[in-house]
């Protein structure tokens, strides 16, 4: 007898059979010989025992008169049906149960000992409360549907869980009010019915032990395995995005209840169409595996080992069954696939396509380590739940293109978030028309009265760098080449040897003058072309064949030129321009703080920013020239600390490169927009356009009436029109001066007049890059005011 049953219930449990005595006290006064005989010896046999009409209060009772409970019970447990029915006696929502049927009796012992069966999901304030619904339904007329479907969970002996669904028969049950049960109203009816939840409620309407509950009841089980699995399965493909959930249930114990196989392994790949190839899913690796890729993340379908079965899963689109892969493996031209599979033991297996609208999503895999373990008949339980994987691989599907393009234009078109509301209100109005298509004219994406911010460092004379590493790569290839050549002077084969030499002395002798557009590729064809074949073809002894060798291994493996000092400079620019970079963006966080700006951040010889701050661009919160001010001192600390940042990296730097920096300071308000075209922000408008142009040209500018760059290496170079500008941006380096973060020397001049804009002058400052402290920026517009005062 299995006795787990709650302790705290509104009943006090008396098990008794006085309704079936009563009955069989009917059947004893009819004149129907053969049934009132057998009632009477019944009554006669349970007559010493009150206990079974009055209530057995001690559990032990039922033990000792196991086989006259079983006689008693003969015609609700006819012995016809014992091996088909699970069934036993029982108390309803309690795991007290006792006279099973034989069938019922095989279940618990393949289940084992240490078994503790116990309703699925059941909680003990749920039964509390599902025992006050029975009083109320029971005594009070009500009608309440609780009917929700209860499962026991039981493993057989080889492991596989087996779920049967639970239904009570009350028929025999009496409930009775003791002393203490409050009187039950129709307000306190519908108090309840309003809190479920209220646990509290409920045990004060019906206190602990308050009704007595005499007689028993009858549950009978139903196998629902598949059912449940299949059903378990969809909840999981619903709750997930892998084949483990929350509530521990995977998709290999589901497999195993659904074909009843104790070592079952599921595995499954990803078909990419595109690719041509299987891959493992993301997530698989945790959880699962592929028993067809076995530990490969991906492979082409055009490998060798799927043989004749390709055709079958790609093109036919039909099932693998291999029900005795030792037999399969025999057959000519299954030997690659059969062999694979035997090193990982599997004696039969099913490979399934998982298809939709005739193209192939993926394919699952079940494999058994035992022969005919999986056949042809059994694989007709993948009908069961193929369409619910089928829909939820192709919602895989959509959600990983959906992933990819969100990737895309995070990485590559990030809109930035200071300006995605008004792209969001925009999309979100076409997605709300009524006929979404093609010929909807999107609104223009504009932000009217904005103050650009525009800041760069970079890379001094990179240009002049990169030439240089060039020519250096060049003669460095030709002079080799030109040894080697000359080498091989006295081998008579090659008479042509001597005109190959001259040839790469005179583009040696070339490269002393200025390197033209097309000097490096003209080297680039000529040494591929006409000296790497005579080299490839040449036989040279021992010492100048190790030199032959060194050359070709030195060689760059995309261009098959020299690259040594040109990978210097690249690296370098690489690694200035990502440290700097990263300050930018980082510093970028704390700057959206002061208000929300639009900022974009660009890569070139150095690094770029623009930064566009308005009422526009954040109408939620109003605008005050204070933010303004606020983001120009940030723009400039932020500039000071990425020249002390490259100051300290330069020592580091495999290539010796200094930087300069620069700010454009423009203080009317423009409007940009957004081009569709381009995919882009400009700025809009003929009288805006003059901002762009400064900004394009600035950078070349010299300091008027000379020929020096208004730009210098460890300097800042503020560009300005107006003297209000001059006076804003004083005080500033005034306060950055205070902060031993600027030098004491300020110089001041005008800017050679560029095509089209004249008026521009400039101050410069050099940063201090001596004993540098730790630099901290955390100074606002009004710490300056402050200290100003």
């Not at 709750?239 to 392994?265: H, M, N, V, W």
Request: charged fraction near 25%.
């Amino acid at each position: 007898m299995s006795n787990t049953a709650f302790t705290k219930s509104p009943f006090k449990t008396l098990i008794s059979f006085h309704k079936l005595i009563e009955n069989l006290e009917k059947i004893a006064a009819t004149n129907v010989d053969y049934r009132s005989n057998y009632a009477k010896a019944l009554l006669k046999e349970i007559e010493p025992y009150p206990e079974f009409r009055e209530g057995i209060p001690d559990l032990n009772f039922i033990n000792k008169h196991e086989e006259l409970i079983h006689n008693l019970f003969a015609d609700l447990f006819p012995t016809a049906l014992t091996n088909n029915e699970i069934k036993a006696i029982t108390i309803p929502f309690q795991n007290v149960t006792f006279n099973y049927s034989e069938r019922f009796k095989r279940i618990l012992q393949n289940a084992g000992m240490t078994f503790d069966m116990e309703i699925r999901d059941f909680e003990e304030d749920q039964f509390y409360i599902l025992n006050c619904i029975l009083i109320l339904n029971a005594v009070y007329g009500q009608n309440f549907d609780f009917n929700k479907p209860l499962f026991y969970d039981i493993p057989n002996a080889n492991g596989v869980m087996y779920h049967y669904r639970i239904l009570y028969n009350a028929d025999f049950i009496e409930i009775i009010p003791t002393q203490n049960a409050p009187k039950i109203t129709q307000d306190d009816i519908n108090l309840l019915m309003n809190n479920y939840d209220n646990i509290e409620l409920w045990k004060e309407k019906f206190p602990l032990q308050s009704w007595i509950l005499k007689g028993f009841g009858i549950v009978s089980l139903f196998d629902v395995t598949r059912e449940s699995a299949v059903s378990n399965l969809k909840s999981n493909l619903l709750r997930a995005k892998s084949p483990q959930t929350e509530s521990g249930i995977s998709f290999e114990s589901i497999f195993k209840s659904i074909f009843k196989i104790p070592d079952l392994g599921i595995g499954f790949i990803l078909y990419d169409e595109e690719e041509n190839k299987f891959t493992i899913p993301p997530y698989t690796d945790k959880v699962t595996k592929s028993y067809i890729l076995n530990d490969i993340g991906e492979m082409d379908c055009k490998n060798g080992i799927y043989g004749h079965c390709l055709k079958t899963i790609i093109e036919n689109k039909k099932n693998i069954i291999i029900s005795d892969v030792e037999q399969f493996s025999k057959i000519q031209g299954n030997e690659t696939l059969g062999h694979h599979l035997l090193q990982q033991n599997i004696q039969s297996c099913i490979f399934a396509p998982v298809i939709k609208d005739d193209t192939l999503l993926g394919i699952i895999e079940l494999v058994s380590s035992k022969p005919k373990a999986l056949n042809s008949i059994n694989a007709i339980n993948l009908d069961l739940f193929l369409p619910y994987l089928v829909d939820n691989l192709e919602s895989y599907k959509i959600d990983k293109q959906n992933q990819i393009e969100a990737i895309i234009q995070r990485e590559y078109t990030a809109i930035h978030s200071s300006v995605y509301w008004k792209f969001k209100r925009e999309a979100l109005k076409y997605f709300q028309s009524n006929s979404p298509s093609k010929d909807y004219i999107f609104k223009e994406i504009i932000f009217k009265e904005v103050y650009p911010l525009y800041g760069q460092i970079d890379i001094k004379g990179s240009s002049e760098h990169r030439n240089k590493t060039v020519k250096e790569d060049l003669k460095n290839q030709l002079n080799t080449l030109i040894n080697l050549f000359e080498s091989q002077k006295s081998n008579e084969s090659f008479i042509l040897l001597e005109q190959r030499i001259f040839e790469l002395q005179s583009f040696n002798t070339e490269l002393d003058s200025i390197l033209k557009a097309d000097t490096e590729q003209q080297i680039q064809n000529y040494i591929e072309t006409e000296i790497h074949p005579i080299l490839q073809n040449t036989e040279m002894d021992v010492e100048h064949e190790i030199e032959k060798q060194h050359y070709f291994d030195s060689l760059d493996e995309k261009t098959k030129m020299f690259y040594q000092s040109r990978k210097k400079f690249d690296n370098t620019m690489s690694i200035i321009n990502k440290k700097l970079a990263a300050i930018l963006d980082q510093k970028q966080i704390d700057a959206q703080l002061i208000y929300p700006h639009y900022y974009e951040r660009f890569k070139t010889d150095g690094v770029e920013h623009n930064l566009y701050i308005g009422e526009s661009i954040a109408p939620t919160k109003p605008f005050d020239n204070l933010y303004l001010n606020n983001l120009r001192l940030w723009q400039l600390q932020t500039l000071c600390e990425m020249e002390l940042e490259h100051h300290q990296l330069k020592a580091t730097l495999p290539y010796e490169l200094d930087v300069t920096s620069l700010i454009l300071v423009f203080s009317s308000p423009i409007s940009i927009r957004f081009r569709m075209d381009e995919k882009r922000f400009d700025v809009d408008g003929t009288y805006n356009a003059r901002y762009e142009v400064v900004k394009k040209r600035i950078d070349k500018a010299t300091i008027k009436g000379t020929k020096e760059r208004i730009t210098q290496k460890e300097k800042i170079t503020i560009v300005y029109s107006h003297n209000s500008e001059q006076n804003e941006y004083l005080k500033y380096i005034k306060y950055l001066q205070f902060k031993k973060i600027l030098e004491p020397t300020i110089e001041q001049f005008e800017v050679e007049e560029l095509q089209g804009v004249s008026g521009l002058r400039a101050i410069r400052v050099k940063v201090i890059n001596t004993n540098i402290p730790n630099y901290k920026q955390d100074s606002t517009y009004q710490d300056l005011v402050n200290e100003q005062n």
